[in-house]
């Protein structure tokens, strides 16, 4: 966002006083997530960036009154974020304003009386179909860095049914091999540990890509675009969205699909899949921390009307 342009501490707008910056970094490291942390702190910096924008500079936290929240609230609505989205950043300032009372550097939280938005109407969750799947997969060459990058991208999320979150940043040293098979140690939500083992095409590819890096903190996914293309840096969530995107527009496919929607159409495949229990998908694929948040994910696949299983009812006589 064009407000967001420039270096300035966003603390700098909303105080002088010497003692919020620690007591800001102690609010950070409180969240073990590394994205919430991201989240939390992008949350301030966009608030202090739209403040600045308006002309507002407070000498202390103290100044900052609900209509300041109210005015930033109202912002977000005309710039299209969802009403999840902007929940979630009044609720990341809150957090801070709490911490700050907490503290005792405040008095009142002023975002406690601020309404939050209504919930969006859930969205339909969109799937990749099978038939949909292998043409992304086949549309890259691997004669090139970049293309064996983009396949080997797109191979990992149809197959591993992970988050962008966790695969963009995986390094050289994450890759291992255990009892014979290619094993991705995975630092998943919640700054949790687990390995994933790799079916056979995805472990070809990364093999192919590992001969072209040298150092074990080397990040197997780099950034192709702007200021950090060349260097050790991971692609950005932003690089693999806009991947994503002129994939499906290069094959005339539904443009609005994401990388959640090979991790759908990967535990829906599995969920439909008798034998499997959903605990053991959720302990060994989905890493979910209940089961009813995977449960989401059990819809019905798409099958010819003849397979239906209400066909099978039979009542003795």
Known sequence: MEILKGSENPLAVISTKAEIPAVFQRWLANHVSKGTQSVYSGSLKEFAGFMATKGFRFAHPSEIQPIHLIQYRDWLLETENSNKTINRKLSALSSLFKELRHEQI????????????KDDIKKIRTS???KEIKPILDLYSEDTKQGLQNKTLLTLF???AQRVSTIRVLRVKDIKT??????LLLKVKGGKQRQLPLGHEPARLIRKILEFKT???????TAQRGTHKGMNKPISSVGVFYLIKKTLKTLGQDETKSAHSFRRAVLTKLLNTEGISAEKIREE???HSSLDTLNIY?????????E???LGIVYSK
């Open 106 to 117: 405040i008095s009142v939280n002023p975002a406690e009386s601020v309404k939050r938005v």
């Open 128 to 130: 990749f179909k099978d």
């Open 158 to 160: 149809a197959y591993s």
């Open 178 to 183: 255990v009892d014979g098979m290619m094993v």
């Open 215 to 221: 150092s074990p903190d080397d990040y197997l996914f």
């Open 285 to 287: 694929v989905s890493f």
């Open 298 to 306: 059990k819809i019905p696949t798409e099958t010819k009307m003849t």
């Open 308 to 310: 239906n299983p209400i």
